[in-house]
């Protein structure tokens, strides 16, 4: 049964213990096509299980998680990634023995981008083709034939990212996306992110501890206590809410 063509992401009761700690309690939750959403919350609130659950990585007790309509609760990752869904990590996981170039092209193939050609070496052209797209969208062209361990902490968030866009997903996870990156490349990062996914319809979900990022990029924010959510709407309607203001963002 297919679901609401306009909800990219659809999670219903979703409950997960760990042992006397409850990490997920009943959360009902839509992400439309094409909007930006924030999670928000102190460390242990839940946002961390929450994303592990929707991308496969952790099973939830209960509940159901449906990707455009497609039921994939206990699908494995690898799977869920097939189906759309792709993940930059806090921790940029890149290959530092392989050019950004290479780095992109094994992501590319890793995640299945959809090539229109039946034959190797064309698919791997496609492949090549895509990846040389997204440089030049992000401006990296300079750094296409460098290694990440000689890239700033910006440069090597924007690969992590750009290696979860070159597999085409048609909703992006962007965990702590400007984690590590300095206090002047921080906007730039975000912008440049994006930028590379306007246009594509594309859902993204930040999980972002910086509330000058939340407050600027998103369309709506959610906020987590204790495995719950407590506020959904609009950043302001968010950040005015004396639970986000007492438990989350630590203002009086």
Not at 20 to 28: G, L, M, P
Request: contains cysteine.
């Amino acid at each position: 049964m297919m679901g609401n063509a306009s909800i990219a992401l659809e999670v219903r009761n979703l409950n997960k213990r760990f042992g006397s700690i409850i990490a997920a309690k009943n959360i009902n939750l839509d992400f439309n096509e094409g909007e930006i959403v924030s999670i928000i919350g102190t460390n242990g609130a839940g946002k961390t299980t929450f994303v592990n659950m929707v991308t496969g990585h952790l099973k939830p007790d209960s509940g159901s998680i449906r990707l455009f309509g497609t039921e994939i609760t206990h699908w494995p990752s690898r799977k869920i990634v097939s189906a759309g869904l792709g993940r930059s990590f806090q921790i940029p996981q890149l290959f530092d023995g392989m050019s950004v170039l290479d780095n992109l092209m094994t992501a590319a193939v890793i995640g299945g981008a959809q090539a229109r050609f039946p034959w190797e070496n064309a698919v791997l052209l496609e492949h090549e083709i895509l990846c040389a797209h997204f440089i030049e969208k992000l401006n990296l062209q300079r750094y296409r034939n460098d290694f990440p361990d000689s890239l700033a902490g910006g440069t090597r968030k924007l690969l992590d990212i750009v290696m979860a866009l070159v597999a085409r997903p048609k909703l992006l996870l962007l965990d702590e996306p400007t984690s590590g990156v300095s206090e002047e490349e921080k906007m730039e990062v975000m912008e440049k992110a994006l930028q590379a996914v306007e246009g594509e319809r594309m859902t993204t979900i930040l999980i972002e501890h910086d509330m000058e990022i939340v407050r600027h990029f998103s369309d709506r924010v959610l906020a987590f206590v204790s495995g719950e959510v407590v506020a959904d709407g609009h950043p302001d309607v968010v950040f005015a809410n004396p639970v986000v203001i007492k438990s989350v963002t630590g203002q009086t």
